[in-house]
T-cell receptor
Framework: DGGITQSPKYLFRKEGQNVTLSCEQN?????MYWYRQDPGQGLRLIYY???????QKGDIAEGYSVSREKKESFPLTVTSAQKNPTAFYLC????????????FGPGTRLTVL | GNSVTQMEGPVTLSEEAFLTINCTYT??????LFWYVQYPGEGLQLLLK?????DKGSNKGFEATYRKETTSFHLEKGSVQVSDSAVYFC??????????FGTGTSLTVIP
């Protein structure tokens, strides 16, 4: 089955530590995205990548970094510079079947203690 | 610029009630419009979409019509079920690969 895998589902880290969230897709999609979702709020775009070895900052990129070395993978690193990292993180990729729309992974809930 | 505004929740309805969740948008050109649904602790799932004016998207009893004259894409369902309880997001996609989401509307359906 094709889809997006995000692991782990729940992640706990101590303050001051960097942490990397995994996102893998086997859908052969070119574009991938990272969003942050806080309780009762919508999605805010962190980074997106339209093609391998290229990525662009979204609305809230400060304190985050990404890489796109392979088409299938788009890991997100939450650095110690991110002031309030506790949130639900969603990875997505986009498909164009007459309309370009996004397919989402199940999300990773990061809690920084 | 591009933006989406949807009605604030939470919305609480009795089973079999009629549902409307309002969504209006601002965009240049001719965006595609979407409704996504998010169940607790999960990612977003595409519910329905429409690519041009007067298109009606439909899925699982939900419908939304792309109204360019009112820049709206309201979500409706004639008879909601307890299993429809979730958060609903309106979204648009314009030129390029960026997507714009509303803040989400929480729906709770009680038996």
């Amino acid at each position: 089955d094709g889809g997006i895998t995000q692991s782990p589902k729940y992640l706990f880290r101590k303050e001051g530590q960097n942490v990397t969230l995994s996102c893998e897709q086997n859908l052969n999609h070119d574009a991938m995205y990272w969003y942050r979702q806080d309780p009762g709020q919508g999605l805010r775009l962190i980074y997106y990548s339209q093609i391998v070895n290229d990525f662009q900052k979204g609305d809230i990129a400060e304190g985050y970094s990404v890489s796109r070395e392979k088409k299938e993978s788009f890991p997100l690193t939450v650095t110690s510079a991110q002031k309030n990292p506790t949130a639900f993180y969603l990875c997505a990729s986009s498909i164009d079947d007459g309309a370009r729309w996004q397919f989402f992974g199940p999300g990773t809930r990061l809690t920084v203690l | 610029g591009n933006s989406v505004t949807q009605m604030e929740g939470p919305v609480t309805l009795s089973e079999e009630a009629f549902l409307t969740i309002n969504c209006t948008y601002t965009a240049t050109g001719y965006p595609s419009l979407f409704w996504y649904v998010q169940y607790p602790g999960e990612g977003l799932q595409l519910l329905l979409k429409a690519t041009k004016a007067d298109d009606k998207g439909s899925n699982k009893g939900f419908e939304a019509t792309y109204r360019k004259e009112t820049t709206s894409f309201h979500l409706e369902k004639g008879s909601v079920q307890v299993s429809d309880s979730a958060v609903y997001f309106c979204a648009l996609q314009n030129t390029g690969n960026q997507f714009y989401f509303g803040t989400g509307t929480s729906l709770t359906v009680i038996p």
